[in-house]
């Protein structure tokens, strides 16, 4: 079989109305594809304001704005009969759906009863996140959906063995391969760094910045990123907080944080030149899968301060090219980011191991065990 012999219907419950890591993959991987001679069709809700232009065709499905403060997010609450008549009319031979919600339900189910192979990526750890809205006592119901999900494909791709781990776990049973993420290397690189654009914001040529980068919700740990930062502050620990980023969030944040330096939305060269200009990456999170944030930082040179969670485990050798700390552990991060500060050529060293690690994270190279997975699919159905 050829990639020209694929026909792919890829659903996302957000391809390209807000701009986040996991669909900046998924737009990544339909242009690898596309490249290939396959036919790929996607499936999303959308909006009028789009983050950015989508990768290939893509389809708008009818949905909702998420309740509770969440509504620049949507869900579909199914597969409308227009959404099935274009599926009818594309007749993909391989569905792959990016997430555990309605819509990809109904992708799955539509293409079960026809005898179509079916892949499953994971992108977010959404069992997290109803921790940070006062709702833990549900994660364990999500659990058990999620793995009910999983188990109802022919094949998983997470982005690293800790998520495989994790899933395996919960008691997935389905296949599971890795596709991990890549980096642009022609932009992400330690030559990004600009003093001049440091001393623009305010920022000595000697000031060390604890750089936080991503989405400003509360799942990406914001809380406790205030917390170690405050701390660093007791110690009398001189440092200053860069933060490259927007969201919902950003307010509550800003007074976690008084000083910090909000750069805003970035993107391109400029979002590559702010991550080159950090000191140290901080990324408390718990609710990656992999951390895109994390990989650009290494490729700038960048050392990393990380949860021990999934995702950065896969990425940060502890005391080679960042520190793995327990999640929520602020005096071991605060202890973590105080001995960088004061050791600027264990900084310089952990930044260069990173650099080095991050080479091998190339995008065609991932996408295609992506392909490969797809062959392995229709392979073993054919069987």
């Given at each position: ?14 391809y390209n109305y807000v701009r986040d890591g996991a669909n900046q993959a998924l737009n990544k991987l339909v242009g690898y594809l596309l490249d290939q001679g396959v036919s790929v069709r996607v499936y999303s809700p959308t909006t009028d304001t789009p983050a950015f232009p ?55 189910t539509w293409a079960r009863e026809r005898g179509i192979g079916t892949l499953a990526s994971l992108h977010t750890r959404f069992e997290t996140y109803p921790a940070y809205y006062h709702l833990g006592f549900v994660a364990p119901v999500i659990i058990k959906l999620l793995t ?236």
């Amino acid at each position: 079989m050829q990639p020209s012999d694929l026909r792919v219907a890829l659903f996302s419950g957000n391809y390209n109305y807000v701009r986040d890591g996991a669909n900046q993959a998924l737009n990544k991987l339909v242009g690898y594809l596309l490249d290939q001679g396959v036919s790929v069709r996607v499936y999303s809700p959308t909006t009028d304001t789009p983050a950015f232009p989508p990768t290939g065709d893509l389809v708008s499905v009818p949905a909702w704005p998420v309740p509770g403060g969440r509504a620049e997010y949507k869900f579909a609450t199914g597969l409308p009969k227009s959404i099935r008549a274009d599926l009818e009319a594309f007749a993909p031979n391989l569905v792959h759906v990016s997430a555990p919600e309605f819509l990809c339900h109904g992708a799955v189910t539509w293409a079960r009863e026809r005898g179509i192979g079916t892949l499953a990526s994971l992108h977010t750890r959404f069992e997290t996140y109803p921790a940070y809205y006062h709702l833990g006592f549900v994660a364990p119901v999500i659990i058990k959906l999620l793995t009910r999900f999983y188990n109802r494909v022919d094949k998983v791709v997470t982005p690293g063995d800790s998520t495989a781990e994790l899933i395996r776990g919960w008691g997935v049973k389905t296949p599971i391969g890795i596709w991990s993420r890549g980096v642009d290397h022609a932009r992400f690189h330690p030559q990004r760094r600009s003093l001049e654009w440091r001393r623009a914001l305010g920022l000595a040529d000697d000031a060390f910045a604890v750089g936080f980068l991503g989405r400003l919700v509360l799942e990406k740990g914001l809380d406790i990123f205030g917390e170690v930062c405050n701390e660093l502050t007791a110690r009398g620990i001189a440092h200053r907080v860069l933060v490259i980023g927007e969201g919902p969030a950003r307010q509550a944040f800003a007074d976690r944080v008084p000083g910090a330096i909000f750069t805003g939305f970035q993107r391109g060269d400029d979002l590559a030149r702010a991550v080159a200009s950090m000191d140290v990456l901080f990324n408390p999170s718990v609710t990656e899968t992999f951390g895109n944030v994390t990989s650009e930082a290494m490729a700038c040179g960048v050392p990393v301060v990380a949860a021990r969670a999934t995702g950065a485990i896969d990425l940060v050798e502890d005391g080679v090219n960042g520190f793995l700390v327990p999640p929520r552990d602020v005096r071991a991060y605060a202890a973590a980011i105080a001995r960088l500060i004061a050791d600027p050529a264990l900084a310089a060293a952990q930044g260069a191991a990173g650099h080095e690690k991050a080479k091998a994270l190339v995008w065609d190279k991932v996408n295609r065990a992506v392909l490969d997975s797809y062959f392995d699919i229709l392979a073993a159905r054919r069987g």
